[in-house]
Every structure is written in C-alpha cells, then in structure tokens.
C-alpha cells in the first residue's frame, strides 16, 4: 500500500524534554516537508528538504530539528526550546517539478502534559 | 513574503445550497494555486490552478484562478453533509523551493 505514514498519533511530552516525530513514504519522493497547525491558523511550514542529506528551515524552524538520511524518512524532533509545541502536526511528500502536488500523512497530535 | 487570504472564516449553510470560498494571494513569483479539503486530519488534494480563467472542475466542486486579481473561487453546488470541512488555499512560488503557503482555511459546515 502506498502512502505516508506518521507515528505516533498522539505524543505526549513533559516540560524539558525533546520528541520525536515520524514520517515515512513509500512513494519514492525526492521532497519531503513537515508543517504545523494550531486551531484557526492554517498550515505553517516548519522544515522541508528536496534531497537525501539536505533540508532547509521553514517560516518556523525554531525550536525544531530535522534528519533526511533516507529518501523515506523525515523525522522531526520538537526540543525543549519550543515554548508552545501543543499543535497538529502534519508531513508531507511530493515528486519535484512544475505540476506536481504534496501528499499529506495522517498527522500527529502532540499535547504537553 | 508570500501571503494567502482565504474568506469567509467559517460559513455555514444547508444542504442543497451551493457555495463560493474565496482565495487571494501576493506572491513575488507565483507558480500555481492548490485546493485541499480537510476533514479530520490529513488534507486532500482538489484541484491545482495554473492558468487563468481556465475552470477545472470535478463533480460538483469547480474552481476557477483569475491572475488579474490574485483570486481564485471554489464553488460546490447543491451541497451535501459530506462537504463538511476545512478548506484550504496554498500557493507556490516559482523560485525552485516548491513550497506551498497557505492560507487559514475555510470552515464550511453543512446542516442537514
């Protein structure tokens, strides 16, 4: 089955303390994203990457890290430097070039205890 | 920076009606305009616009780009409770970065 998976599906994490969010594709896309939304906002990107071992920093990188050892994988760690991660998390993938869409994961939701 | 406007917020009509969402957007160097459609988690894709005035249209949802005016519209005629969701506008640029941004979305809720 093809597609983008995101694990988990709630995440829960203490004051202090860094997570890490998965996103795997089999879809055999070069360009992978990862985007956050809060209630009433729409989606705001966070770090994106067009290649195996590059990625570049959204509009609110802050906060956030990222990996891109395998074309499949794109996880992203919230560390203890972002103040307000309470939010939806989503990934995307899609095929670089003109006339080619993102395909979005299911989400995760990530909630401070 | 680019920016995308979407209106109204959140609209709410009964079934049968049909609709019109609207987008405008200010980008230094536009590429295309997507639709998505968000119901409880991950958005789907509708509809992607390049050029102007030319409607793409798929059952009872159409949309529609005028460059002129920086907007596009989706139109969803005789509506159903299935239609209930959040839909969202995004543009991409056209430097090579292929990023999307995206407007707050539209609520639409249908009452049956």
């Known amino acids: 089955d093809g597609g983008i998976t995101q694990s988990p599906k709630y995440l829960f994490r203490k004051e202090g303390q860094n997570v890490t969010l998965s996103c795997e594709q089999n879809?055999?896309?070069?360009?992978m994203y990862w985007y956050r939304q809060d209630p009433g906002q729409g989606l705001r990107l966070i770090y994106y990457s067009q290649i195996v071992n590059d990625f570049q920093k959204g509009d609110i990188a802050e906060g956030y890290s990222v990996s891109r050892e395998k074309k499949e994988s794109f996880p992203l760690t919230v560390t203890s430097a972002q103040k307000n991660p309470t939010a939806f998390y989503l990934c995307?993938?899609?095929?670089?070039?003109?006339?080619?869409?993102?395909?979005f994961g299911p989400g995760t939701r990530l909630l401070v205890l | 920076e680019d920016k995308v406007v979407q209106s109204p917020l959140s609209l709410v009509v009964h079934e049968g009606d049909t609709v019109t969402l609207n987008c405008s957007y200010e980008?230094?160097?536009?590429?295309?305009l997507l639709w998505y459609k968000q119901e409880k988690k991950a958005p789907t894709f509708l509809f992607m616009l390049?050029?102007?005035?030319i409607e793409k249209k798929s059952g009872r949802l159409s949309s529609i780009l005028d460059k002129k005016e920086l907007s596009s519209i989706l139109n969803i005629t005789a509506t159903q409770t299935g239609d209930s969701a959040i839909y969202l506008c995004?543009?991409?640029?056209?430097?090579?970065?292929?990023?999307?941004?995206f407007g707050t979305g539209t609520r639409l809720t249908i009452i049956p």
């Open positions: 980008v230094t160097n536009f590429r295309s």
């Open positions: 995004a543009v991409e640029d056209g430097f090579g970065n292929e990023k999307l941004t």
């Open positions: 390049t050029s102007s005035g």
């Open positions: 995307a993938s899609k095929t670089r070039g003109p006339g080619e869409t993102q395909y």
């Open positions: 879809l055999n896309h070069d360009a």
